[in-house]
């Protein structure tokens, strides 16, 4: 097992300070417990913030770092600043109401982003301080978004995950976000990225192809060519440590106690922390309308709500609290008595004993967030439930909905529905009971945090390693190479390297500075320059004839080496099948608003840049599939380019041009080829063996050089000129 660095906001302790010294303690919680156990086994480090040692002094911070050291933990100190405006500023007044769809909550300026930026850097600086070749980075969660980009480009040959522990929003939702561009790419740094559910990684998926253009197909994206992986893996917690402690002597005692004091009654939970995202007041309203509703009830209810305090430093949160005190001292008071109240609310922190001897007395358990990315709380109960009793009734909004389906499922933003829904969990048989409990305990126990922790960290030591060749800083050396050459031969792909791709396919024609710096490099001693395009024989007359470059046509099937030469086709190329696929791809022109079909000599192309890009890379793919089983063994191929699907003739490739272009050549001429989409790879796998190949963009890649893309091109082939 490789070493294991972690990275996260908190470290996964906990500094107490008395009168007695500082001590540093392990914290309890799922992520901590899940990771441990690899933590130590690999000899790995955890990097994250300690949490407020401002007051300790001189002596006490050394007692405190030599404790965490014991524990491979390394401290990254927050100022108090840092902690206002990255922690509960941008992360937490920002991204936690955007993932959780509560955009009314975002301040109208991100005035934080900067110290959430500069945050993220000085973790990734930290990071980069303790890394040794062969660890695997795992980042967790929406506080350090960028790090995994940062890492990338610090270390570009490590192995990096990152999780993402909230829901990820829809498309719609996430592009409201002013630096919502930023935050993707940064995520994009991980080699794999993992989310609680598969609808969260729907929508950072269609979030990918909404901001950046990148398809997602099955579970892989490309870009900054490497293969990013996504995937969802559903959290798990430590399911036997709760089994064990419901069945301890004094939990079971608590137990006891408890049901004693709600005899003649039946006993409702809920625990959450106070956050707005845990429909909290709509669980107190389902409980107010069934005893409105159902005056049976009344006296027989008693729900104890516990709400663990948290983040009390931001505003929304103390105007929280105060709405959920003014709903329970309502509800007391409408349906209380001198001796009992239905509503017992405890606004505190409770430990695992308290809270597993809460979740086995209770009848039913309230889990009913308006959003959450999993809800850990829904499984502690169950495994807390060795008796194979109780009822849980889950928000279908909760992550963890996707795998507790005999939960009794509720819209939250349903009162009333809720207030049925308590209803039949209060009347529903002990059969019944026992049976949903059982299947929900068997799905907790089998997808514990531990399966958890393997079953990401197994699928990202899975992924390859980035090759070495493809980082951009590499134009560079190859630059180096094309001065020193004696000669050169320059092959260049048009559309995508020389000029940025345009709407439609005739609003991409040369701008002067493309043809003067084209007109340079034919005079440039020494040097032949040649258009490799997927362009018709037509628009390269038209764009490029006044120039002394030699002109490829249609991917190579047309070429004229030598200008004044006339156009010479490859022999025994077929068009035979046009009039079979023309109606196809005319077909999804016309059910497809905005996209076209365009017609070469040997190919036909469908144009889909103008379209919505969902839409057009669904279309996309699916016409890609049609093609391929109903011409699988035809005389044509189907290639998938940069918003287009291109369908030719078999045989047809820009390759086939570097055979004729390169007959004759002379001793120590340097070929290279520069090129951006799939059809440039076939160009680059015939160039020669000490050839010079060069990717612009962010594309997988056979190319050992690349460039980010048509401004980085003309950037790469003036500095020739000036060499």
């Known amino acids: 097992m490789s070493r294991l660095l972690l990275v996260s906001n908190r470290l996964p302790v906990t500094v107490k300070a008395d009168k007695d010294g500082v001590s540093v303690v392990r914290s309890a919680g799922g992520l901590a417990t899940g990771l441990r156990g690899p933590h130590e086994r690999s000899g790995g480090v955890w990097i994250g913030w300690p949490g407020d040692v401002s007051r300790l002094t001189q002596a006490q911070r050394a007692s405190v770092e030599a404790q965490l050291a014991e524990q491979r933990c390394v401290p990254l100190y927050l100022s108090a600043g840092e902690v206002g405006r990255y922690y509960e500023g941008y992360s937490n007044r920002v991204l936690w109401p955007l993932c959780h769809y509560l955009i009314e909550r975002i301040p109208r300026q991100d005035r934080d982003w900067e110290v959430y930026r500069k945050v993220n850097e000085r973790f990734a600086d930290l990071v980069v301080r303790h890394y040794q070749p062969g660890d695997t980075i795992w980042v967790h969660d929406y506080q350090l978004m960028l790090v995994p980009a940062l890492l990338r480009a610090r270390l570009p040959q490590a192995r990096i995950g990152y999780f993402h522990h909230i829901p990820f929003p829809s498309s719609e939702i996430f592009r409201t976000l002013p630096r919502r561009a930023e935050l993707v790419r940064g995520l994009l740094g991980a080699d794999l990225i993992g989310f609680h559910t598969h609808t969260y990684v729907r929508h950072f998926a269609n979030s990918l192809m909404k901001l950046l253009g990148l398809e997602t197909v099955l579970d892989q994206v490309a870009y900054g060519g490497r293969q990013v992986r996504l995937g969802d893996f559903p959290m798990g917690i430590d399911a036997q440590a709760f089994e064990n402690l419901a069945n301890d002597p004094g939990v079971l005692e608590d137990v006891r106690v408890h049901r004693e ?156 529905g809720m207030a049925d829904a308590l209803q039949a969990a209060l009347e529903m048989s002990e059969e019944e009971r026992r049976t949903r409990m059982r299947n929900l305990r068997a799905r907790v126990k089998e997808c514990d945090v531990h399966w958890w922790v393997r079953s990401f960290l197994d699928t990202l030591e899975a992924v390859p390693t980035p090759p070495a060749h493809v980082e951009p800083a590499q134009a560079e050396a190859a630059l180096v190479r094309m001065r020193a050459a004696p000669n050169l031969l320059l092959l260049l792909d048009y559309d995508g390297t020389l000029v940025p791709f345009a709407a439609r396919p005739e609003l991409a024609a040369p701008d002067e500075e493309l043809r003067e710096l084209l007109r340079r490099l034919t005079t440039r001693p020494n040097t032949r320059v040649h258009i490799v395009s997927g362009r018709p024989t037509e628009t390269l007359d038209a764009w490029l004839g006044g120039l002394q470059v030699g002109m490829h046509a249609e991917h190579g099937l047309w070429s004229r080496p030598t200008p004044g030469e006339s156009w010479k086709a490859l022999e025994g190329v077929s068009t035979e099948w046009k009039p079979l696929v023309r109606p196809v791809l005319e077909a999804f022109a016309a059910r497809v608003p905005g996209s076209l079909v365009e017609e070469k000599s040997a190919s036909l192309a469908w144009h889909y840049r103008q379209v919505d890009r969902v839409l057009g890379a669904r279309q996309a793919r699916e016409l890609r599939l049609h093609l391929g089983e109903v011409f699988a063994h035809g005389p044509l191929e189907v290639l998938a380019g940069d918003m287009v699907v291109e369908v030719r003739a078999r045989g047809v490739n820009k390759g086939r041009v570097v055979g004729r272009v390169t007959e004759g050549m002379a001793p120590g001429t340097l070929v290279v080829a520069i090129g951006d989409d799939r059809t440039d790879e076939d160009l680059f796998a015939a160039l020669p063996e000490d050839g010079l190949a060069i990717h612009a963009g962010h594309k997988e890649t056979r190319a050992g050089y690349r460039v980010s893309g048509p401004a980085e091109v003309r950037k790469l082939l003036s500095a020739l000129l000036e060499g």
């Not at 060795?386 to 509720?410: I, K, R």
Request: aromatic fraction near 8%; charged fraction near 25%.
């Open 261 to 416: 004091r709600s005899t003649g009654q039946r006993l409702l939970m809920g625990v959450d922390r106070l956050d707005y995202t845990k429909g909290i007041p709509q669980r107190l309203l389902a409980v107010q309308r069934l005893l409105e509703r159902e005056p049976s009830w009344r006296g027989r209810l008693r729900f104890v709500q516990v709400a663990v305090p948290s983040r009390t430093a931001v505003e929304d949160y103390a105007t929280y609290r105060d709405k959920v005190d003014e709903l329970v001292g309502r509800i007391n008071g409408l349906y209380g008595s001198v001796h009992n109240v239905p509503v017992h609310y405890l606004y505190r922190s409770f430990n695992e004993r308290q809270l597993t001897a809460l979740y086995r007395a209770a009848d039913v358990m309230l889990v009913t967030p308006i959003r959450d990315g999993m809800n850990l709380v829904a499984k502690e109960f169950c495994a807390a439930r060795p008796d194979e009793d109780g009822v849980l009734v889950l928000s279908e909004f909760a992550g963890s909905a996707d795998e507790m389906g005999d939960a009794v499922m509720v819209n939250p933003y349903d009162v009333e």
